[in-house]
């Protein structure tokens, strides 16, 4: 398969062709496995030191962007018919074609408009709300280490049989970070533990390399991946053990890997049609879901019961069934999906320039529902600057060789280097004194991973003596240390001597102290390569200490936290002592730590209530950070998880909302919802507050158009009873409908209580239950209040044009100027003000009310002028009603908390 080949296949990285992509690109992968590692270097025209930038860009023009759509993005006619399927947009349109079937022009044209405006509002609302979350995106990218060929600067002449003199051009390899996006076909990239496989590639070298492809193929373990070639491979390219996959990402050890296929030929883009998909809903989705058809129930309800009361006793069936069209529109609350993605999108952008990125907007309702927050020690209660304060041997004497040894294991592993190993590689004088590169050569390394807490590196020393040099967790090194070392000599360790070992660990640990032992072995039988099984027999050496010192914002965060209704608990892979200690200087109760080993064989259900009771976990591995996340859910709770780590993976996947930040490694970046540009518990804080402010407009909304359309059922109904004549004239219902609409429009724009904000806010159907029953049928109040004046001072039961304008004024000012009662559990414009944004409108809109009567549009609406005297009694009866409610919404709150 030559490159050309290679070319025809592979170009454009965009949307798959054909029903057998699949197929081929499984083809082309079986392909690659089964040659060896030069002969798919010279397929795609590369080499071992990688592609030289000119190449790497006219690949990229080739074959395309290294990516897919993950959320797909539909043309104009899908996201159109989409807007339009909506339930209620669906009824909206039902209306307004059988209005124009009855010849209802005014009434159809009124309906179309509003069905026009939800979309095209939406439609606006929903293009800036993801192109912000794109943006936002944008801002926190994912890299891959790849290997470039650079040419070298000193090129000498040719002094070969080439007789021509001409210079011979030398290259170089030369590591770079790219962004995952612009790799291509025949890149070379380098992995290690926490890394994204950033394409499907093919392992030209790997060193103890584990591969977690649950993405892919569902399974718990970690795969182990080598570099030789597969003969004969057939089958499921997942199956062969020199493949590795975009979607899947490293555990431990390090390759170097040839780039395959990019983009939509990766293995898991040809499965991107049937991966990517709605998202499950959140209990905030499923609420709105609820709501929506609730109100729909209620309206099919109401509206045939409207239709034969109005047939029966007016006689006019024609105008009974237009008037019952007319509630149908009514009671239908269009606007909830502009609503809806206008909190969003504000949410997004004021959290933005908070410093915390949305990468879900649907996120944010978690945000601000979160009453657990659970977090890593180090970077979050710490200042995440780790500093190397002691080098002792295994009496806590301080020891010169511990530190040498400790800084060439740092500076030889080619993994991870975390925070311990930078403080290590600051010791700068030890480069000096050490000259690592003249006096020392890498022979191999055995990489970290979680299992054995520990990693290593074999150098040789003059006379081509190998030393394997170990460092890691004090319990993981004791236990392949057989000697120790102190002063020069050497003793053999009896389990006796385990003891007395771990006084000096301790004390290091309680006073705060991180604690890691360093062993070496001197290597008899030198050999090329090393493996995990050579860690044995080893000499403990000594330890070094870091300090890794509490932020002076911590202990004020996790207070701020606290008094938002948030626990903060601790779940760290650190031993007990060192993070009782850091707890206790941010101003963390621990009575008791919960160990890793505590919860091993411990059931789901007393792991919860354990759960629900400790504070701080410590020394946990990755899976049992996800298991205590799991066991808090089962107690209803929303949880949070902060993390950057490779072990916090498993975490943010099973977190209600995960939180990792722009530094963290990749698996951590992308398991998360919410991006921190700041790791700190004080951004968190602020990033919480924004959540709940875009629940609670919301929710105002929601209580707002349940309470109206309850009330608005006892007065139709009762209004239909009685009078000979209907109450409001349809194409008035639809007015009074639309400028309701636009009132409600700024309620993203609008202020929350600190009060409300004071305490986590899940979806609670009761509390809106409840705003239905009492405050819908105190509305229905006022309107008998109106019809009693309009019939026994205005003559209204002789005048249908005059009742139903009178109806119509007190209706649009009764539920425009409600919004302000319901939106605080305060008293309003005294205790609390809305922003001037809803004032504005619902203050335009009472206003609009007033004046069409008198308008030139009052004959098109079937309107007439009021009289002087109705309009001075409007402000009394609005002055009680929103008495009336005002006391009765304290009630609701005194009574049952509701807010």
Same mark, same amino acid.
Request: glycine share 8%.
């Given at each position: 398969? @030559?490159?050309?080949?290679?070319?025809?296949?592979?170009?454009?990285?965009?949307?798959?062709?054909?029903?057998?992509?699949?197929?081929?690109?499984? #083809?082309?992968?079986?392909?690659?496995?089964?040659?060896?590692?030069?002969?798919?270097?010279?397929?795609?025209?590369?080499?071992?030191?990688?592609?030289?930038?000119?190449?790497?860009?006219?690949?990229?023009?080739?074959?395309?962007?290294?990516?897919?759509?993950?959320?797909?993005?539909?043309?104009?006619?899908?996201?159109?018919?989409?807007?339009?399927?909506?339930?209620?947009?669906?009824?909206?349109?039902?209306?307004? !074609?059988?209005?124009?079937?009855?010849?209802?022009?005014?009434?159809? &044209?009124?309906?179309?408009?509003? *069905?026009?405006?939800?979309?095209?509002?939406?439609?606006?609302?929903? $293009?800036?709300?993801?192109? #912000?979350?794109?943006?936002?995106?944008?801002?926190?990218?994912?890299?891959?280490?790849?290997?470039?060929?650079?040419?070298?600067?000193?090129?000498?002449?040719?002094?070969?049989?080439?007789?021509?003199?001409?210079?011979?051009?030398?290259?170089?390899?030369?590591?770079?970070?790219?962004?995952?996006?612009?790799?291509? =076909?025949?890149?070379?990239?380098?992995?290690?533990?926490?890394?994204?496989?950033?394409?499907?590639?093919?392992?030209?070298?790997?060193?103890?390399?584990?591969?977690?492809?649950?993405?892919?193929?569902?399974?718990?373990?970690?795969?182990?991946?080598?570099?030789?070639?597969?003969?004969?491979?057939?089958?499921?390219?997942?199956?062969?053990?020199?493949?590795?996959?975009?979607?899947?990402?490293?555990?431990?050890?390090?390759?170097?890997?040839?780039?395959?296929?990019?983009? $939509?030929?990766?293995?898991?883009?040809?499965?991107?049609?049937?991966?990517?998909?709605?998202?499950?809903?959140?209990?905030?989705?499923?609420?709105?879901?609820?709501?929506?058809?609730?109100?729909?129930?209620?309206?099919?309800?109401?509206?045939?019961?409207?239709?034969?009361?109005?047939?029966?006793?007016?006689?006019?069936?024609?105008?009974?069934?237009?008037?019952?069209?007319?509630?149908?529109?009514?009671?239908?609350?269009?606007?909830?999906?502009?609503?809806?993605?206008?909190?969003?999108?504000?949410?997004?952008?004021?959290?933005?320039?908070?410093?915390?990125?949305?990468?879900?907007?649907?996120?944010?309702?978690?945000?601000?529902?979160?009453?657990?927050?659970?977090?890593?020690?180090?970077?979050?209660?710490?200042?995440?600057?780790?500093?190397?304060?002691?080098? &002792?041997?295994?009496?806590?004497?301080?020891?010169?060789?511990?530190?040498?040894?400790?800084?060439?294991?740092?500076?030889?592993?080619?993994?991870?280097?975390?925070?311990?190993?930078?403080?290590?590689?600051?010791?700068?004088?030890?480069?000096?004194?050490?000259?690592?590169?003249?006096?020392?050569?890498? *022979?191999?390394?055995?990489?970290?991973?979680?299992?054995?807490?520990?990693?290593?590196?074999?150098?040789?020393?003059?006379?081509?003596?190998?030393?394997?040099?170990?460092?890691?967790?004090?319990?993981?090194?004791?236990?392949?240390?057989?000697?120790?070392?102190?002063?020069?000599?050497?003793?053999?360790?009896?389990?006796?001597?385990?003891?007395?070992?771990?006084?000096?660990?301790?004390?290091?640990?309680?006073?705060?102290?991180?604690?890691?032992?360093?062993?070496?072995?001197?290597?008899?039988?030198?050999?090329?390569?090393?493996?995990? @099984?050579?860690?044995?027999?080893?000499?403990?050496?000594?330890?070094?200490?870091?300090?890794?010192?509490?932020?002076?914002?911590?202990?004020?965060?996790?207070?701020?936290?606290?008094?938002?209704?948030?626990?903060?608990?601790?779940?760290?892979?650190?031993?007990? #002592?060192?993070?009782?200690?850091?707890?206790?200087?941010?101003?963390?109760?621990?009575?008791?730590? !919960?160990?890793?080993?505590?919860?091993?064989?411990?059931?789901?259900?007393?792991?919860?209530?354990?759960?629900?009771?400790?504070?701080?976990?410590?020394?946990?591995?990755?899976?049992?950070?996800?298991?205590?996340?799991?066991?808090?859910?089962?107690?209803?709770?929303?949880?949070?998880?902060?993390?950057?780590?490779?072990?916090?993976?498993?975490?943010?996947?099973?977190?209600?909302?995960?939180?990792?930040?722009?530094?963290?490694?990749?698996?951590?970046?992308?398991?998360?919802?919410?991006?921190?540009?700041?790791?700190?518990?004080?951004?968190?804080?602020?990033?919480?507050?924004?959540?709940?402010?875009?629940?609670?407009?919301?929710?105002?909304?929601?209580?707002?158009?349940?309470?109206?359309?309850?009330?608005?059922?006892?007065?139709?109904?009762?209004?239909?009873?009685?009078? =000979?004549?209907?109450?409001?004239?349809?194409?008035?219902?639809?007015?009074?409908?639309?400028?309701?609409?636009?009132?409600?429009?700024?309620?993203?724009?609008?202020? *929350?209580?600190?009060?409300?904000?004071?305490?986590?806010?899940?979806?609670?159907?009761?509390?809106?239950?409840?705003?239905?029953?009492?405050?819908?049928?105190?509305?229905?109040?006022?309107?008998?209040?109106?019809?009693?004046?309009?019939?026994?001072?205005?003559?209204?039961?002789?005048?249908?044009?005059?009742?139903?304008?009178?109806?119509?004024?007190?209706?649009?000012?009764?539920?425009?100027?409600?919004?302000?009662?319901?939106?605080?559990?305060?008293?309003?414009?005294?205790?609390?003000?809305?922003?001037?944004?809803?004032?504005?409108?619902?203050?335009?809109?009472?206003?609009?009310?007033?004046?069409?009567?008198?308008?030139?549009?009052?004959?098109?609406?079937?309107?007439?002028?009021? =009289?002087?005297?109705?309009?001075?009694?409007?402000?009394?009866?609005?002055?009680?009603?929103?008495?009336?409610?005002?006391?009765?919404?304290?009630?609701?709150?005194?009574?049952?908390?509701?807010?």
């Amino acid at each position: 398969m @030559e490159l050309r080949v290679v070319n025809n296949l592979l170009r454009g990285s965009g949307r798959p062709a054909g029903q057998n992509h699949g197929a081929r690109i499984r #083809a082309r992968l079986l392909e690659v496995s089964c040659m060896g590692a030069d002969d798919a270097l010279d397929t795609f025209d590369t080499s071992i030191q990688g592609l030289v930038e000119g190449e790497a860009q006219a690949r990229l023009a080739d074959y395309g962007p290294n990516s897919f759509a993950r959320e797909k993005k539909h043309g104009f006619l899908y996201q159109l018919l989409k807007r339009l399927s909506n339930p209620l947009n669906v009824l909206l349109i039902v209306l307004s !074609v059988i209005s124009f079937v009855t010849r209802d022009i005014d009434g159809g &044209v009124i309906i179309a408009a509003m *069905v026009v405006l939800s979309v095209v509002l939406t439609w606006v609302q929903e $293009a800036r709300s993801n192109n #912000a979350a794109e943006k936002l995106r944008a801002m926190v990218t994912t890299t891959a280490t790849v290997l470039r060929r650079e040419e070298l600067d000193d090129t000498q002449p040719d002094t070969g049989d080439d007789k021509t003199g001409e210079p011979r051009i030398t290259y170089r390899a030369v590591r770079k970070q790219a962004p995952i996006e612009e790799l291509v =076909p025949g890149d070379l990239v380098q992995l290690s533990a926490g890394d994204m496989i950033p394409a499907d590639v093919r392992l030209l070298s790997a060193k103890d390399l584990f591969i977690n492809q649950s993405a892919l193929t569902g399974e718990s373990l970690p795969v182990e991946k080598f570099a030789t070639a597969v003969a004969g491979a057939a089958g499921n390219p997942l199956e062969l053990n020199n493949l590795a996959f975009m979607g899947t990402n490293v555990v431990s050890g390090t390759a170097i890997a040839l780039v395959v296929m990019t983009g $939509a030929n990766t293995y898991f883009g040809s499965l991107s049609g049937t991966l990517v998909g709605e998202r499950i809903r959140t209990s905030f989705d499923r609420g709105i879901h609820r709501f929506t058809w609730l109100m729909i129930r209620f309206m099919l309800v109401m509206v045939p019961l409207v239709l034969l009361i109005n047939g029966l006793t007016k006689g006019d069936w024609g105008e009974a069934f237009l008037f019952a069209l007319a509630v149908a529109v009514g009671l239908t609350p269009e606007m909830l999906p502009v609503i809806l993605s206008a909190n969003l999108a504000k949410g997004a952008l004021v959290m933005s320039r908070r410093k915390v990125i949305v990468k879900r907007l649907s996120s944010i309702q978690n945000f601000g529902a979160m009453d657990i927050l659970c977090t890593d020690k180090t970077g979050t209660l710490t200042q995440d600057k780790v500093f190397l304060e002691k080098h &002792v041997d295994i009496n806590g004497n301080d020891n010169e060789r511990v530190l040498e040894l400790a800084f060439l294991n740092s500076y030889y592993q080619s993994g991870l280097r975390n925070l311990l190993d930078i403080a290590v590689l600051e010791k700068v004088e030890m480069y000096a004194d050490l000259h690592p590169e003249r006096n020392y050569r890498k *022979v191999d390394e055995i990489p970290f991973d979680f299992q054995r807490r520990r990693m290593s590196v074999v150098v040789e020393e003059e006379h081509e003596r190998h030393l394997l040099i170990c460092k890691g967790a004090v319990e993981e090194i004791f236990s392949i240390c057989s000697q120790a070392e102190v002063e020069g000599h050497r003793k053999p360790l009896v389990p006796e001597d385990l003891l007395r070992l771990q006084v000096v660990t301790l004390a290091l640990n309680n006073d705060g102290f991180r604690v890691i032992a360093v062993a070496y072995k001197e290597i008899i039988d030198p050999k090329r390569i090393y493996s995990k @099984e050579d860690e044995t027999g080893m000499v403990l050496l000594g330890y070094i200490a870091f300090l890794d010192p509490p932020k002076e914002t911590a202990a004020e965060a996790i207070a701020k936290l606290r008094a938002h209704g948030i626990q903060v608990k601790v779940l760290t892979g650190d031993n007990d #002592a060192v993070t009782r200690k850091i707890c206790s200087q941010v101003g963390l109760e621990v009575e008791h730590i !919960v160990l890793g080993s505590d919860i091993e064989n411990m059931s789901d259900e007393g792991l919860a209530d354990m759960a629900e009771e400790a504070a701080v976990f410590a020394k946990l591995s990755p899976e049992q950070k996800a298991r205590v996340i799991r066991a808090l859910h089962l107690k209803n709770h929303v949880v949070g998880f902060l993390g950057d780590g490779i072990n916090d993976g498993p975490a943010l996947k099973a977190a209600d909302v995960g939180i990792s930040v722009d530094t963290a490694v990749d698996i951590a970046k992308e398991s998360a919802d919410i991006i921190l540009l700041e790791k700190s518990l004080m951004v968190l804080e602020e990033g919480v507050i924004e959540g709940r402010k875009v629940f609670g407009n919301i929710v105002k909304y929601i209580k707002m158009g349940a309470s109206s359309n309850f009330g608005n059922m006892f007065s139709v109904l009762g209004a239909s009873i009685f009078l =000979p004549f209907l109450p409001m004239a349809p194409i008035q219902i639809l007015v009074n409908n639309l400028l309701y609409d636009f009132s409600q429009m700024a309620i993203p724009t609008d202020n *929350v209580d600190v009060e409300y904000l004071q305490k986590p806010r899940q979806w609670d159907l009761k509390n809106i239950g409840w705003y239905m029953l009492v405050i819908g049928p105190l509305s229905s109040v006022f309107d008998y209040i109106t019809f009693g004046i309009l019939i026994l001072f205005f003559h209204g039961w002789h005048n249908p044009a005059l009742f139903q304008t009178g109806w119509f004024v007190e209706s649009i000012l009764t539920q425009t100027l409600i919004v302000h009662v319901i939106r605080t559990a305060k008293v309003p414009f005294i205790q609390s003000r809305s922003s001037w944004a809803l004032l504005g409108t619902t203050t335009l809109i009472c206003i609009i009310g007033m004046w069409l009567p008198f308008s030139w549009l009052a004959h098109a609406f079937s309107m007439v002028p009021l =009289p002087l005297t109705f309009l001075l009694i409007m402000p009394l009866i609005m002055v009680a009603y929103i008495a009336l409610t005002q006391w009765a919404k304290s009630r609701l709150v005194r009574r049952f908390g509701l807010n």
